[in-house]
T-cell receptor, first 116, second 112 residues
Framework: NAGVTQTPKFRILKIGQSMTLQCTQD?????MYWYRQDPGMGLKLIYY???????DKGEVPNGYNVSRSTTEDFPLRLELAAPSQTSVYFC???????????????FGPGTRLTVT | RKEVEQDPGPFNVPEGATVAFNCTYS??????FFWYRQDCRKEPKLLMS?????NEDGRFTAQLNRASQYISLLIRDSKLSDSATYLC?????????????WGLGTSLAVNP
């Protein structure tokens, strides 16, 4: 199993550009999450999903959009990038009916995004 | 009280030392707790889950004190490779959204 994979690993955007951060998990997890982590700061939840077709806002959703058309994929879309979106973005997943562990989240390696 | 609070450290200890971190939480109804470790510029990785009074895994022991609303992480015989930031995590328990509340982490440096 690859676990949670994220692409790209690094990206530099100009102000006003858009991009999609990709996230895929192969653990058949129901729940998926997007976090951002600014230097020296804690994780902040952007969006999460409890299953295909269901998404909800976290603490800091402004400037982002998500979709969950399949169990495996949870892409994060940045529209009109701003310097405040410079951060490391982590995707995570949790919970399968097999494991029964609701809260144990597994993370991808992250995408380091710089907006200039 | 903050929802989850940790001493940021840094804790500097020599190899072989025993070190303990505490994490306080505000929601007295919380039933499960987690410790994650995060290496510099890497993703958080689950270290230990606590569903009852405590858990032990090799050199690592997590203990829960419900009366005082804190969980601790004890690391025995510290290794250089234990140097990392340790994150305390508690479920939000708000509806069924399965969200977690993340502490800001305690930084540990194990020195030779």
């Amino acid at each position: 199993n690859a676990g949670v994979t994220q692409t790209p690993k690094f990206r530099i955007l100009k102000i006003g550009q858009s991009m999609t951060l990709q996230c895929t998990q192969d653990m058949n997890h129901n729940y998926m999450y997007w976090y951002r982590q600014d230097p020296g700061m804690g994780l902040k939840l952007i969006y999460y999903s409890v299953g295909a077709g269901i998404t909800d806002k976290g603490e800091v959703p402004n400037g982002y959009n998500v979709s969950r058309s399949t169990t495996e994929d949870f892409p994060l879309r940045l529209e009109l990038a701003a310097p405040s979106q410079t951060s490391v973005y982590f995707c995570a997943s949790s919970y399968s009916k097999t494991s029964g562990r609701l809260y144990e989240q597994y993370f991808g390696p992250g995408t380091r995004l710089t907006v200039t | 009280r903050k929802e989850v609070e940790q001493d940021p450290g840094p804790f500097n200890v020599p190899e072989g030392a025993t070190v303990a971190f505490n994490c306080t939480y505000s929601n007295s109804a919380s039933q499960s707790f987690f410790w994650y470790r995060q290496d510099c510029r890497k993703e958080p990785k689950l270290l230990m889950s606590v569903y009852s009074s405590g858990n032990e895994d090799g050199r690592f022991t997590a203990q829960l004190n419900r009366a005082s609303q804190y969980i601790s992480l004890l690391i025995r015989d510290s290794k250089l490779s234990d140097s990392a930031t340790y994150l305390c995590v508690v479920p939000a328990n708000a509806g069924n959204n399965r969200k977690l509340i993340w502490g800001l982490g305690t930084s540990l440096a194990v020195n030779p």
